[in-house]
């Protein structure tokens, strides 16, 4: 007799335009995860599509997000997955009774005057860091 296979744990990352944030969070999370999460993002107000500079440093930590296109949030997707992480404070959402909901409130570096490239790096750093402490969390809630 074999034992059954735990279920495998789902989040949805929430941002505004599902253009950057919380794209990056799901490249990143794929990226480390593998098949270990069930990974999704979503935007409360989706743009037309992702931004360059965020998958450009994606890509430098050999993580993808650029076949990606923004969506809204699936309502049905949202009863679904097991944790809502939105990313920045603007992104507002609520949460069906039994989904966990956190808030990241991600590091903004174009409040200190940093721009460009270098902004998109310091915020996929940000999101990375964060995403590894959710990957051991989620591990070791299995």
């Known amino acids: 007799m074999t034992d059954p296979t735990p279920p495998v744990p789902s989040v949805l990352f929430v941002c505004v335009r599902n253009g950057g944030k919380s794209q990056m969070a799901a490249g990143l999370m794929r990226h480390v ?5 069930e990974v999704h993002s ?3 107000q989706p743009g037309e ?14 993580a993808d997000m650029s076949g990606e296109t923004p969506k809204p949030v699936d ?26 909901l ?8 174009s409040t200190r005057g940093i ?10 750093d940000d999101i990375a860091a964060r995403v590894d402490e959710l990957l051991t969390e989620l591990a070791a809630r299995a």
């Open 49 to 62: 599509k992702i931004n360059a500079l965020s998958a450009e440093t994606l890509a430098e930590v050999g």
């Open 42 to 44: 979503a935007g409360t």
């Open 102 to 109: 956190r808030n990241w409130d991600t590091d903004e570096p």
């Open 115 to 124: 721009d460009g490239i270098e902004r998109m790096r310091l915020i996929r």
């Open 75 to 100: 309502p049905e997707l949202l009863r679904r997955v097991d944790l809502v992480v939105t990313l920045g404070r603007e992104a507002q959402l609520d949460v069906p009774d039994g989904t966990e």
């Open 33 to 37: 995860a593998g098949d270990r999460v």
